[in-house]
């Protein structure tokens, strides 16, 4: 069973920054792509960004791009979101994600963190 911890959500003012991690129990074929999402009170679970264990492949929600970097530290199996220019509809759980290399569903998830950002 694949294990996803994500870590570093916070309460931050507007225009700041945070960097969320998620460290995976294994980097294998069910892990191949890892993704962010998020959702906001009363809202669905939205994409943010995903990528694959060798960088490659990176792909941004338009609301972020320009803004949210994701990337990844192969040695300890973790993924980063490092979110910049923060704004208060950024405000929401964010929760890692992966999947198999083959096109569909995100199979397995982490427990999500908490991201505040005030006006």
């Known amino acids: 069973q694949v294990q996803l911890v994500e870590s570093g959500g916070g309460l931050v003012q507007a225009g700041g920054s945070l960097r969320l991690s998620c460290a995976a129990s294994e980097r294998t074929f069910r892990t191949y792509y890892m993704g962010w999402f998020r959702q906001a009170p009363g809202k669905e679970r939205e994409f943010v960004a995903s990528?694959?264990?060798?960088?490659?492949?990176?792909n941004y929600a338009d609301s972020v791009k320009g803004r949210f970097t994701i990337s990844t530290d192969t040695a300890k199996n973790t993924v980063y979101l490092q979110m910049n220019s923060l704004q208060p509809e950024d405000t929401a759980v964010y929760y890692c994600a992966s999947r198999g290399p083959v096109v569909g569903e995100y199979n397995y998830w982490g427990q999500g963190t908490q991201v505040t950002v005030s006006s």
């Open positions: 990528i694959n264990w060798n960088g490659g492949n990176t």
